[in-house]
T-cell receptor, first 115, second 111 residues
Framework: DTEVTQTPKHLVMGMTNKKSLKCEQH?????MYWYKQKAKKPPELMFV???????INESVPSRFSPECPNSSLLNLHLHALQPEDSALYLC??????????????FGEGSRLTVL | GEDVEQSLFLSVREGDSSVINCTYT??????LYWYKQEPGAGLQLLTY?????DMKQDQRLTVLLNKKDKHLSLRIADTQTGDSAIYFC???????????FGAGTRLAVHP
């Protein structure tokens, strides 16, 4: 199994809603990532979890709250978002061990629209 | 700071070779990657090259690395319509990894 599965594929929410994006992998990877991708732009790193602990937060606003309940799951909780937060949210995973190629396996993404 | 630059668009005829270029600034990068993104989809790793290599070939793909000039290229031989996508160059350090992506090159393949 070399898949990263993200749900939902599409999400429309209002600025007062609370929703969550979910990501799952069963490759035994111990690093998991959230990236944000705006239209016609490259992915931008938001968060990195390593061994279920938050290792990198790229100064992301607190209306985005990541959670890593276990080594296979990664969530992104959304609350009080703004229309400019509309984007494709990509989850990825990778091995952590030093010397590895650092290949990131990406999910298909969750396309978020904030009204 | 870290920066990865790519040309934004390339149009080729089906059957021709495509060459997508990338420059990067971080000389400490251990690995350089090429990812492919089809419309509405996630990113798929095509190939990578270790920074102490200067060439890697994988079926129709050839990666060339000029470490002195910090220039990376991806050549796709016999380009097909299914190769139409956005190609991202990225640099990283391996392991638990913060990748820096270029802006992406949109490859259009026409008959």
């Amino acid at each position: 199994d070399t898949e990263v599965t993200q749900t939902p594929k599409h999400l429309v929410m209002g600025m007062t809603n609370k929703k969550s994006l979910k990501c799952e992998q069963h490759m035994g990877h111990r690093a998991m990532y959230w990236y944000k991708q705006k239209a016609k732009k490259p992915p931008e790193l938001m968060f990195v979890y390593s061994y279920e602990k938050l290792s990198i937060n790229e100064s992301v606003p607190s209306r985005f709250s990541p959670e890593c309940p276990n080594s296979s799951l990664l969530n992104l909780h959304l609350h009080a978002l703004q229309p400019e937060d509309s984007a494709l949210y990509l989850c990825a995973s990778s091995q952590v061990a030093g010397g590895d190629t650092g290949e990131l396996f990406f999910g298909e993404g969750s396309r978020l629209t904030v009204l | 700071g870290e920066d990865v630059e790519q040309s934004l668009f390339l149009s080729v005829r089906e059957g021709d070779s495509s060459v997508i270029n990338c420059t990067y600034t971080d000389s400490s990068s251990t690995y350089l990657y090429w990812y492919k993104q089809e419309p509405g989809a996630g990113l798929q790793l095509l190939t990578y090259i270790f920074s102490n290599m200067d060439m890697k070939q994988d079926q129709r793909l050839t990666v060339l690395l000029n470490k002195k000039d910090k220039h990376l290229s991806l050549r796709i031989a016999d380009t097909q319509t299914g190769d139409s996508a956005i190609y991202f160059c990225a640099e990283g350090s391996g392991g638990y990894n913060k990748l820096i992506f270029g802006a992406g090159t949109r490859l259009a393949v026409h008959p």
